[in-house]
């Protein structure tokens, strides 16, 4: 099974200000058609996981514009341009390149 | 407006058994696979099952293949988890999840049941 490595495994961050969070894959994430089937998932506290990203960059809908992705094989970031007191909870990358899909540890984003 | 409710959870002692449900609204249930995802504080996310459109093809994790086994009524629009022979490592909120039609994934997510296997 392919392994996803999330870092840092916890980030308290300041009101406004940027966040990152990376993940890596132990294999990479192209699929034979192409695409790249990487995913980032929000879960609040109490709340099932819900996607904000899709295919790498690609926000899904009601997903506002401050959450961004980025990277090409193996290493994949997730980008919030000024963090907001909502989006507190934990954050999972997910890919679905090779079966089964398998999930990162999950990052904890609290604020400071 | 697309929504997912997870039922049939509780506790049930070793060997044991249990039947999930997942009862789907907002869609029709027979266009879309669907996965059930298990979630435990110590193991994080974890892909169980999945099954497709129309029911003629399902895989499980090689940790629960043999002991569950995943259906779905269309007419109900009910998508199932027949878990037999529970042991303890299969405690966790187990969660049933909408793949994706535009690219490989997944979309939606219930709010999951508990199953706690315990003696």
């Known amino acids: 099974d392919v392994v996803m490595t999330q870092t840092p495994l916890s980030s308290p961050v300041t009101l406004g200000q940027p966040a990152s969070i990376s993940c890596r894959s132990s294999?990479?994430?192209?699929?034979?058609?192409?695409?790249?089937?990487l995913s980032w998932l929000h879960q609040r506290p109490g709340q099932p996981p819900r996607l904000l990203i899709y295919?790498?960059?690609n926000r899904f809908s009601g997903v506002p514009d401050r959450f961004s992705g980025s990277g090409a094989g193996t290493d994949f970031t997730l980008r919030i341009s000024r963090v907001e007191a909502e989006d507190v909870g934990v954050y999972y990358c997910?890919?679905?390149?090779?079966?089964?899909?398998?999930f990162g540890q999950g990052t904890k984003v609290e604020i400071k | 407006e697309v929504q997912l409710v997870e039922s049939g959870g509780g506790l049930v002692q070793p060997g044991g058994s249990l039947r999930l449900s997942c009862a789907a609204s907002?869609?029709?249930?027979?266009?879309?696979?669907m996965h059930w995802v298990r979630q435990d504080p110590g193991k994080g996310l974890v892909w169980v099952s999945n099954?497709?459109?129309?029911?003629?093809?399902?895989s499980y994790a090689d940790s629960v293949r043999g002991r569950f086994t995943i259906s779905r009524d269309d007419a109900k629009n009910t998508l199932y988890l027949q878990m037999n022979s529970l042991r303890a490592d299969d405690t966790a909120v187990y969660h049933c999840?909408?793949?994706?039609?535009?690219?490989?994934?997944?979309?939606?997510w219930g709010q999951g049941t508990l199953v706690t296997v315990s003696s």
């Open positions: 999840v909408r793949g994706t039609t535009a690219w490989k994934g997944i979309d939606y």
């Open positions: 907002g869609f029709t249930l027979s266009s879309y696979w």
């Open positions: 099954i497709n459109g129309d029911g003629t093809y399902m």
């Open positions: 294999q990479s994430l192209v699929h034979s058609d192409g695409q790249t089937y």
């Open positions: 295919k790498i960059s």
């Open positions: 997910v890919q679905a390149t090779q079966h089964p899909q398998t």
